[in-house]
């Protein structure tokens, strides 16, 4: 199947208004306010932010707050891929791009969304998916739009979340090894060692303990289900990277 192609637009009335209006409203994921932070910074036209649109025809259109760096830096034609695999379009991807990395919190403070959350959607919308952080954005991009399509939408929050975290790491790796197996496994080992790594730091410090604990969805409940479907048997190594909170290892380069 070929590769759909981007295209470049500009702004429109509305695209500026959903970005005023998402940014106002209350969310539990980002309590911070990246998202008006990033607003703010526009108005004012510190640091380079600047307002971008691209448009992949019949599929969606993301309308970018950011820096220039930031927008080249995105990988369109995996994006595109994405899509191409998820099927159903998307309205509108509104995306602040927050430079603020993952991060752990001061010991014996709970590990909570500003530490590591980057976007948000309704569950079986196609309206419109929020990416508010810059880092890994695109991971973030392919878990919203599990949301959209309904994945898993039976199952409790907790769980929800978990089973759609570890699709999303199996989805992805399988994109980015585009169908070769050999590149699978070896992308599959650097993640499942992440993996390991981030789970083992967060039981023995005490932060993250069962599904009542915030975190748990997104790291060690997502361990767990992908212990049990079979991705994390040959999991063994030396970690070569510092561990953060964020999802997947930088080695993946995403």
Known sequence: MPEEQWIDDSATKDDIEMLKKEAKGDSMIDKVNFRQQVLDKWYSKAEGIDLFVKELPGRTRVVFLGSQEQFNGIQWQLWARIFQGIGHPIGRILFYGHPSERFFPTPGEALGPENVNGGYTNLCSQERIVIYRYEEATRVLLHELLHTACFDKEKGV????????????????????????????????????WIQGQCEILEISGTVNGPQDYAWRYINGKRDILYGLGFLKKCNGDLPVKLTPRFTTPEWSI
Do not use: D, N, V, Y
Not at 158 to 186: D, H, R
């Open 158 to 193: 907790e769980e929800l979340e978990a089973s759609t975290e570890a699709w999303t790491e199996i989805f992805l790796c399988a994109l980015l090894s585009k169908g070769k197996s050999g590149a699978f496994s070896s992308l599959w080992l650097k993640q499942c060692m």
